[in-house]
């Protein structure tokens, strides 16, 4: 069972500043803090910014072009483990849960913004936490094609992370790189989570 972080990390710090600047998309942060909060060095986060810059896809800090950002996302995204499980009620065993997690895709859109049904029970853990997760799976659930995915990738997937209720969610940027890499009626949630996060029309002009 792969409940443990990727070995590729090839993109990790492009991931984080992208994450970084689409949850400020603003001008809030300047490269020095953003450098800060991906762990980085200021000249490679000076490297890339540029390259976004030429894109004509931000300007400094300023998200120019959101769609087109994600669309980087999700081209230099760092490939995750996945585990499928089957729970009997997914969503109450992460409310009694001590662990740390993020829902994302189905279940984290319903609660923010309620255009999917929640067919699928999506969250990120911690790497760290891959041995408590495989106890809790092999104590309540059972492995294989079911009705929960456990995803492990980068720590920094927990930044700018909600409550709604009684869950945990992914900022809204990572639920909507999310949803558009699920693809179908996902991406159609995606894009009004654009709308509405970034108060942008989208490439169809709803």
């Known amino acids: 069972m792969l409940l443990q972080k990727p070995e590729d990390t090839r993109g990790i710090k492009q991931e984080r500043i ?3 600047l689409l949850n400020h998309p603003d001008d809030e942060l300047t490269k020095y803090r953003i450098a800060k909060e991906v762990d980085a060095s200021e000249s490679w986060v000076l490297n890339y910014t540029k390259t976004l810059e030429q894109k004509g896809l931000i300007e400094n800090t300023t998200v ?3 769609r087109a950002l994600y669309e980087e996302w999700q081209d230099i995204r760092v490939a995750q483990n996945q585990v499928s499980v089957s729970f009997q009620q ?3 065993l992460l409310q009694e849960t001590d ?3 993020a829902l994302t895709t189905y279940e984290a859109e319903t609660l923010v913004q309620g255009f999917l049904f929640p067919s699928t029970t999506d969250f990120y853990i911690r790497p760290e936490d ?3 997760w495989t106890n809790l799976i092999e104590d309540n659930g059972l ?6 995915r456990i995803r492990v990738t980068d720590e920094h997937v927990f930044y700018e992370t909600t409550r709604r209720g009684d869950h945990s969610l992914v900022s809204t940027p990572q639920l909507i790189v999310d949803l558009l890499e699920e693809g179908g009626p996902c991406e159609e949630a995606a894009e009004k989570l654009i709308t509405s996060f970034h108060g942008t029309v989208t490439d169809d002009g709803s």
């Open 99 to 101: 662990l740390d997690y």
């Open 18 to 20: 992208l994450r970084v």
């Open 143 to 148: 492995l294989g094609g079911g009705n929960t």
């Open 90 to 92: 997914p969503m109450d």
């Open 130 to 132: 891959g041995a408590d």
């Open 64 to 66: 120019l072009d959101p």
